[in-house]
């Protein structure tokens, strides 16, 4: 059953090792200079000042290899689970030699789990091997723009966990739905909610977020107010990061006033008395110099108005995970998503066992 | 062991609304060459593919050699399926299919299957797909044989070929049913098809058996009546009638009886298989014919 397991498999894996194999080619070719150029050159410069220049010239380098790389390991789990999952099981009923392979002498169980085992682990080397490459391409430009929770899902383990998941979801709906189109479009939707779902709903709190208290540097300026926020380290992930007034009540997320991150709005009526818009009534009183609503153009209003916002006793809370947590993070989602293939593929057994035709 | 190739006891296939096999009760003794004969539709292929396992009942029992099909794997490998319009890989060779019979079937018999292949004809490196209908059906049939099944079940392996095709396809079947102890069931909506090659005979109209049995046994208990119209009112006795129709000057009856015929006032004929097969499958149209409301008893 291996022998014909990986018969129906050859050509397609050839074609997506081909696809690799360039991609790898390309990426060992430019990869030394990229790192060379790291390491003596853009490493080196906070010694001497003037890292701006060279971090904006070094990160300008191969603009198009780098986004095609990462479009490459953003789709490449997906693109696995459509041409070799979807069609795994549905191909075999649309075409009807479902008739010739399950009259040999070989148990349903043993054919669904031999071709999906084998196209899980082709899929997850394949994937393996971009992600390796890739990951290591990457990484002077991941090291200049310190933002390695941002490419979470496009570097190390997670992307093969991904294509094991893919697959197995492809295998399943083709199996449920019997034609290769429904289940292949059924593949994009299921594999890109299940991506959502976790990436906004687990990732973020599967670890207790740490929390930190910040005072709110609100500052009222001449053209309207700004303020000063920020994670507690540049390489934290940011989970949420709101504002809260000394009596406890958020009034902010973002870290900003309202629900969307907006600055604050003071409304200043005729008499002098102001609120402060989505936090509340101002204790002083304001002086009006101009006579109009709004005025904020003298230091005395300002002053007036600084004072209000202080009265108010506000502080940023910041829920964030450490980049300690970062590969903790990976290996956790990653086991989610062998997880759920596991328990996709046992579904797609018994479906071919016992569903069908 | 069970001396039965096939035993199905009310055995019914329902697709949705539909039912494609009803009440469907048989016992096929070994060593015969099965003829399951029916129009389009009636419900063959469904039977064909509940005995290979590759459909489950929906209601009733159904074994193959003793034991429930696809049960295990010793069973896969005592039956041999060719599916209608012989199911191959478009993309795999001649020879590739070879290696799949040889990797997936222990009993496999290498030497056979290629010596028959050479037999055929059939250019190794050639792709399933480039192969002709009637290629195709010698290919799987060969897959099939190379099995060694003490079962073959071929769902209309010659439906679609020509007649030389036919004639070379149901000869290879025979020389091979000659050399080994084998059953076989086929498929066909055919009669000379049956007529040529098989021994034992179900008639299968609207998913429903109508007759089953040795044909042999069955011409010999089979009659054709013919009479005059005016003998219309005289219902033949102890009989019974499977088919009548009434040309301008003559009725025609096809009737069934286990003891001698005598009937003053009618000639009786022997039936041909064709006249048979057809009597059963006309049998439903009969029912809702005026002559049957006119007092034809059935």
């Not at chain 1, 209003?301 to 590969?327: E, G, I, K, M």
């Amino acid at each position: 059953m291996t022998w014909l397991a990986w018969r129906q498999l050859r050509t397609g894996a050839a074609v997506a090792a081909l696809g690799v194999v360039g991609l790898l080619v390309v990426l060992a070719v430019t990869g030394p200079h990229l790192h060379d150029l790291y390491d003596t050159v853009v490493a080196p410069c906070a010694a001497h000042g003037d890292c701006a220049t060279v971090t904006a010239h070094f990160q300008g380098l191969d603009a198009a290899l780098r986004h095609l790389s990462s479009a490459v390991l953003l789709m490449a789990p997906l693109l696995f689970g459509l041409f070799l999952g979807a069609p795994l099981v549905a191909r075999e009923l649309e075409a009807g030699t479902y008739r010739l392979a399950w009259t040999q002498s070989v148990s349903r169980t043993r054919w669904i789990a031999t071709r999906l085992c084998l196209v899980a682990l082709v899929s997850a080397i394949l994937v393996a091997l971009l992600t390796t490459a890739i990951t290591w391409w990457l990484r002077p430009f991941d090291l200049v723009t310190a933002g390695r929770w941002f490419s979470f899902d496009q570097r190390d383990v997670v992307p093969v966990a991904y294509v094991v998941f893919a697959v197995a979801l492809g295998a399943l709906l083709g199996a449920v739905a019997r034609r290769t189109l429904v289940a292949m479009a059924g593949t994009i939707a299921g594999y890109a909610v299940a991506r959502y779902l976790v990436a906004a709903f687990v990732r973020p709190y599967l670890f207790g977020p740490r929390r930190a208290s910040l005072p709110e540097l609100f500052q009222v300026t001449a053209t309207g107010s700004s303020a000063q926020v920020g994670p507690p380290q540049p390489n934290d992930w940011v989970v949420s990061n709101q504002i809260v007034t000394g009596a406890g009540r958020v009034v902010g997320q973002s870290g900003g006033i309202g629900p969307n991150g907006d600055l604050g709005f003071f409304d200043v009526s005729r008499h002098g008395t102001a609120v402060f818009v989505g936090v509340g009534r101002c204790p002083n009183r304001i002086p009006i110099t101009s006579g109009a609503g709004h005025s904020q153009d003298s230091a005395v209003t300002r002053a007036a108005l600084q004072r209000c916002v202080d009265s108010f006793h506000l502080h940023q809370v910041v829920a964030y995970q450490p980049p300690s947590r970062y590969w903790p993070l990976q290996w956790s989602e990653a086991a989610i998503f062998v997880a759920l293939a596991v328990a996709l593929g046992a579904a797609c057994v018994w479906v071919v066992r016992r569903r069908l035709p | 062991m069970s001396g039965l190739a096939v035993c199905t006891e009310g055995l019914g296939k329902r697709y949705r609304h539909r039912w494609a096999l009803e009440d469907c009760s048989l016992r096929i003794p070994r060593g015969h060459v099965v003829g399951l004969v029916g129009p389009n539709g009636a419900g063959k292929s469904t039977l064909l593919s509940l005995a290979a396992g590759l459909l489950a009942p929906t209601v009733g029992s159904l074994e193959v050699l003793g034991e429930s099909p696809a049960r295990d794997v010793a069973q896969l490998a005592r039956v041999g399926f060719v599916s209608q319009d012989a199911s191959l890989y478009p993309w795999l060779s001649v020879e590739d299919h070879l290696r799949l019979g040889a990797h997936c079937n222990p009993r496999w018999d290498a030497a056979t299957a290629e010596v028959r292949l050479a037999e055929l004809g059939l250019v190794p490196r050639q792709r399933a797909g480039r192969l002709s209908g009637g290629q195709r059906a010698q290919l799987s049939l060969t897959i099939a044989l190379a099995k060694r099944p003490e079962l073959l079940l071929l769902d209309e392996p010659v439906a679609s070929l020509d007649p030389l095709a036919r004639r070379e396809f149901l000869g290879l079947m025979m020389s091979i049913v000659a050399g080994h102890d084998v059953s076989i069931v086929l498929s066909s909506h055919l009669v000379s098809d049956i007529e040529r090659v098989c021994d034992y005979l179900i008639v299968l109209v609207d998913s429903r058996v109508r007759v089953a049995g040795e044909i042999d046994e069955l011409l010999a208990a089979h009659h054709r009546l013919v009479g005059t119209r005016s003998a219309e009112d005289e219902a033949p006795a102890n009989q019974t009638v499977i088919a009548a129709s009434v040309t301008d000057r003559q009725r025609l009856l096809v009737v069934r009886s286990d003891g001698p015929v005598v009937e003053p006032g009618w000639v009786i004929e022997s039936v041909s298989l064709e006249d048979l097969v057809l009597a059963y499958m006309g049998q439903g149209a009969v029912r809702q014919d005026p002559l049957a409301a006119a007092g034809v008893s059935l």
